[in-house]
């Protein structure tokens, strides 16, 4: 079993910048899979980027929507990934989650996810 707890979200303007952490009960590095995904208001919940270790090196995958605006990292001491986000958009608005999953798995979907945070919420207002 693994907990995550998401933290960071709130409200920005169009443009600003905002990092969330998602904290786990134990390490994840070694064997799963770390993803974020967010739900927009009367929207399917979305991939928005992952990470997963490599010979302890982090490989991450973003979305188009994101791509170029989102950074992934890792503090193994913490038990944490991080998603900073830059120039973000009102389209960016919505619950953000964190996962944990399997990483031989497609991490764009939610399926590969055994672990779900409880959310944390980003406006960005125009």
């Known amino acids: 079993q693994v907990q995550l707890v998401e933290s960071g979200g709130g409200l920005v303007q169009a443009g600003g910048s905002l990092r969330l952490s998602c904290a786990a009960s134990?390490?994840?590095?070694?064997?799963?899979?770390m993803g974020w995904f967010r739900r927009a208001p009367g929207k399917e919940r979305e991939f928005v980027a992952a990470?997963?270790?490599?010979?302890?090196?982090?490989?991450?995958s973003s979305a188009d929507s994101v791509k170029g605006r989102v950074t992934l990292s890792g503090d193994n001491a913490k038990n944490t990934v991080y998603l900073q986000m830059s120039r973000l958009k009102p389209e960016d608005t919505g619950v953000y989650y964190c996962?944990?999953?399997?990483?031989?798995?497609?991490?764009?979907?939610?399926?590969?996810?055994?672990?779900w945070g409880q959310g944390t919420q980003v406006t960005v207002s125009s």
């Open positions: 996962a944990a999953g399997n990483p031989l798995l497609i991490l764009t979907s939610t399926s590969t996810y055994a672990y």
């Open positions: 134990r390490s994840t590095f070694t064997n799963y899979a």
């Open positions: 990470i997963k270790w490599s010979r302890g090196v982090g490989v991450t």
